[in-house]
């Protein structure tokens, strides 16, 4: 697999209380693979992560959410945890690059609590994805076909 993403560029958007697991893991495999990954941010400097409520580590912030634009990017990672999607679907900017990178057809991978970001973005209607079970009801609402 290395080199198979050589050139991609992915954004992984995060708030503080990201479940640390979520972004540590798929962002080794991408810039494994080649991709050059970026931490986006709306806080300045470090975000921490959790393991199941508690501490994690903190993170250095590659950019800040204000200046994302999904022309900087091919693609998107949004990790979960409770607080994170929660804090950045009240965040204009986050909610902005998250409609930008799904209205320019680019990927966008949602794990766990992350799909509260395309209900905010408005962007499940018609879509079939999966998520935390808790979020099944949201996604239904937002037009989406929830499946576990």
């Not at 400097?45 to 999904?70: C, N, S």
């Not at 929660?86 to 992350?114: F, W, Y």
């Not at 973005?121 to 079939?128: E, I, K, T």
Request: with cysteine; aromatic share 4%.
């Amino acid at each position: 697999m290395p080199g198979k993403l050589d050139g991609l560029r992915v954004a992984t958007l995060v708030a503080d209380a990201f479940e640390q697991v979520e972004l540590t893991d798929p962002v080794r495999a991408l810039r494994e693979a080649g991709a050059d990954v970026k931490i986006v941010s709306p806080a300045s400097g470090e975000v921490q992560g959790v393991h199941h409520g508690e501490k994690g580590d903190r993170f250095p912030v590659d950019l800040a959410v204000e200046a994302a634009h999904a022309a900087d990017f091919d693609a998107l990672l949004l990790p979960g945890g409770v607080k994170n999607p929660d804090t950045l679907r009240q965040n204009e900017a986050a909610v902005r690059l998250v409609r930008e990178m799904h209205d320019d057809g680019k990927p966008i991978a949602s794990i766990c609590h992350g799909p509260w970001m395309l209900v905010e973005a408005d962007v499940v209607r018609g879509r079939r994805l999966t998520s935390y079970p808790s979020l099944k009801t949201d996604i239904r609402n937002a037009g989406g076909e929830w499946v576990d």
